[in-house]
């Protein structure tokens, strides 16, 4: 059975940095696109970063250029999310999702198979 199974979440200081995995069981990495969500208390979920199933293109929100990046090795097959430099506005639970689409399409409704998602909290 395919499975997204999300590890390296935890308690971060201000500043700091993180590298989430997503491992997508039973899922071919150059058919599906994978894509980094968010969601923090009381808001909504976000779409954060991305690595397409075509060619392996990557994008990442406005919000965390420069910061986070996403990258993945196909043949785990793991996706990763590299966080850096950490704020608090960057905690929430996050989630790694999956679409057979391509090219990282920015609608959540695309993307039907999800993880449980992991939490990440950035405080001193």
């Known amino acids: 059975q395919a499975q997204l199974v999300e590890s390296g979440g935890g308690l971060v200081q201000p500043g700091g940095s993180l590298i989430l995995s997503c491992v997508a069981l039973g899922y071919s990495l150059d058919r599906h696109s994978i894509r980094w969500f968010r969601q923090a208390p009381g808001k909504e979920r976000e779409g954060v970063a991305c690595?397409?199933?075509?060619?392996?293109?990557?994008n990442v929100a406005d919000s965390v250029k420069g910061r986070f990046s996403v990258s993945a090795e196909p043949l785990k097959p793991t996706v990763y999310l590299q966080m850096n430099n950490l704020n608090v506005e960057d905690t929430g639970v996050y989630y790694c999702a999956a679409t057979r689409f391509g090219q990282c399409p920015l609608e959540r409704s695309l993307y039907p198979y999800w993880g449980q998602g992991i939490q990440v909290t950035i405080s001193s």
């Open positions: 690595i397409s199933g075509s060619g392996g293109d990557t």
